[in-house]
């Protein structure tokens, strides 16, 4: 009768385990575990064992798992690359904590030391990884799978039956059966040896060299990147060159030659909002229809971009991120001569876009003695003023009925002596203009009214012309492509290797004692899984059907012949 097998565990470290070998080894390229003692062989030794170390699997997921946590205080830790503002207000109010986070670099850390340390072992760790086991795959791909063991009764999958076909039949008709369930297969000797599943390992290799281009990707984008924001109001336009810019930051390799050459023109923005409900006030669509125009002679295309939608030029995109009313205001001296007119960006404060802002006329003003002086107004804006509201705040972000308050100042406005923002007056050169009560001048203005100034000062219009700006970021990251293409590579290499099972299988097919055929077979897998066993069985099965069983020599009944069949991994014999 046919005898059938699997042992997946008995003494494979014994002296039975090695039967198996060449046919055992080599079902990945993972090197092989060693103990980690002291070496004694001098520098060289240690160089070596550090090495060893170094390149080694477990010290490859320690530093990327100290990567991870490395990276937690640049989320929580207000960056000097992200916010100087947020990091100085964070100094101001953790006088404690400040120094010794400026000591550790948690204000800067992902350009700290420590940091960089670690993403650099990483690096080498996955490189010295890689490569031998790269090297070591091809070598198994250019060879042929191992010969069968001496004895196949020892592997964790077994079935063996006795047949009338010649052993060379059986061979051939194995041959041709496992080549066509797609196992690389050749006869050694008396028996076919076939292997599949190589996939298993090549997804184990792409999986971390899609890591190592992660690694590359994130840090070229660390090093050459650049982010900026500008403000354009209707009308206006942008090219992209570090002075053009409202604020800039960018890599410690970047230089200004890198910026790609575009430009664009703000025609129209439009936004709509919910007007009734719960939600009334919320933004329905957001829409900033620009022209751009690629490289310095470029022709002009019309797009739109949207808050999800950006324009992409090269590794440049350009998002919308922020929108807000441009009053035009006039602003004439005591001659009515036009000292100023420009549609002035106002910030908005809140959802309804109640805005604030400043008007400053630096050039051409004379006051009533003929004297150059400087003005300067503080505006605040609303789009949906309410009367019975009875405070100055938006009650809607559209027009519906807009409103301008503006106090004036006169004097210096102190552009001279340093960085002045242009959204904040500077009062401490200035004077306020006073009514005839001695009180602040101020005045509440409608589209089309004026504010007439005291003494023959001059007088400030509020337009009937309300433009809208739209603020834009400009992000440019050189390795966004190889970090989206890695993460692909990465997911798809790692599904390879956990769903895909490398093994053997042998046939061999011998002349018995007593001249009939003895066919064994017997399966080998990575990992121990039902797979191997279920695949063996239904591979002994087609391969029954033409190789049928032959009764043993003590069987004189009129039972058939037996069908191997292959129990459940871990079975008893």
């Known amino acids: 009768m046919s005898t059938t097998e699997t042992d997946k565990s008995q003494d494979q470290a014994g ?3 090695e039967d198996l070998g060449a046919a055992g080894s080599q079902l990945s390229t993972a090197p092989a575990e060693e103990l980690s003692v002291a070496p004694g062989l001098g520098v060289i030794g240690w160089v070596r064992w ?23 205080p640049g989320s929580l830790i207000p960056q000097t690359g992200a916010d100087l503002n947020k990091v100085d207000d964070f100094r101001k109010a953790h006088k404690t904590l400040a120094p010794i986070y400026d000591k550790l670099g948690l204000f800067h850390v992902y350009s700290s030391v420590w940091f960089s340390a670690i993403y650099i072992l990483l690096f080498v760790s996955l490189i010295g990884c890689i490569v031998p086991r790269t090297w070591q795959f091809v ?15 020892r592997l964790p999958a077994y079935t063996t039956w006795r047949t009338t076909a010649e052993p060379e039949q059986v061979r051939e008709a194995a041959l041709a059966l496992l080549k066509k369930r797609r196992f690389r297969a050749h006869v050694a000797g008396d028996a076919v040896a076939a292997e599949k599943g190589y996939l ?68 129209d923005f439009k936004a709509t909002y919910e007007v009734t409900g719960p939600n009334k ?7 900033a229809q620009i022209t751009y125009s690629k490289g310095a002679y470029g022709k002009d295309r019309p797009t739109t971009i949207k808050v999800n939608t950006p324009l992409t030029i090269d590794d440049s995109k350009v998002y919308l991120v922020s929108h807000g009313y441009a009053p035009v205001i006039t602003v004439r ?6 000292v100023y007119h420009a549609a002035t960006p106002l910030l908005p404060l809140d959802g309804n876009v109640t805005s604030n802002g400043v008007v400053k006329v630096m050039d051409g003003y004379r006051n009533p003695q003929g004297q150059k002086e400087q003005l300067g107004f503080q505006a605040f804006f609303v789009p949906t003023f309410d009367p019975k509201s009875g405070t100055m705040l938006s009650q809607f972000p559209s027009l519906v009925n807009p409103l301008l308050a503006v106090n004036a100042y006169h004097g210096d406005l102190g552009v001279d002596t340093g960085t002045q923002n242009v959204y904040q007056l500077d ?25 007439t100034l005291p003494n023959g000062a001059g007088s400030i219009t509020f337009e009937k012309d309300i433009k809208e700006w739209a603020g834009f970021e400009i992000v440019q990251e050189p390795g966004s492509g190889w970090a989206l293409g890695g993460a692909l590579a990465a997911i798809f290499g790692l599904a390879g290797s956990l769903f895909i099972q490398r093994r053997r299988v042998w046939v061999r097919a011998v002349r018995g004692a007593d001249g009939v055929t003895v066919v064994e077979m017997a399966g080998l897998g990575r990992s121990e899984s039902a797979k191997v066993p279920e695949e063996l069985g239904d591979l002994a099965g087609i391969l029954y059907d033409q190789a049928p069983g032959a009764p043993d020599p003590d069987d004189h009944s009129s039972e058939s012949p037996d069908t191997p069949v292959v129990p459940a991994e871990g079975a008893e014999k």
């Open 15 to 17: 002296p039975d385990h």
């Open 50 to 72: 550090f090495w060893r170390q170094l390149t080694s699997m477990r010290v490859a997921l320690l530093l990327l798992l100290l990567l991870s946590l490395g990276a937690i």
């Open 139 to 153: 070598g198994q791909l250019r060879g042929r799978p191992p010969g069968a063991p001496k004895r196949l009764n």
């Open 200 to 267: 298993r390992e090549l997804g184990n290799l792409a999986f971390h060299i899609a890591l190592i281009v992660l690694l590359i990707a994130f840090a070229s984008g660390q090093l050459y990147k650049s982010d900026g924001t500008k403000l354009v109001v209707e009308g206006d336009g942008f090219s992209n060159a570090l002075p053009q810019y409202d604020d800039f930051k960018s890599g410690s390799l970047f230089q200004a030659d890198d910026l790609v050459p575009f430009s664009f023109s703000l025609k």
């Open 281 to 287: 006030g919320t933004p329905r669509t957001f829409e």
């Open 333 to 338: 001296d005591g001659k009515g001569t036009v």
């Open 427 to 451: 009062k401490t050169h200035m004077k306020a203009f006073k009514d005839s009560k001695g009180q602040l001048l101020k005045k509440l203005l409608q589209p089309g009214d004026t504010l």
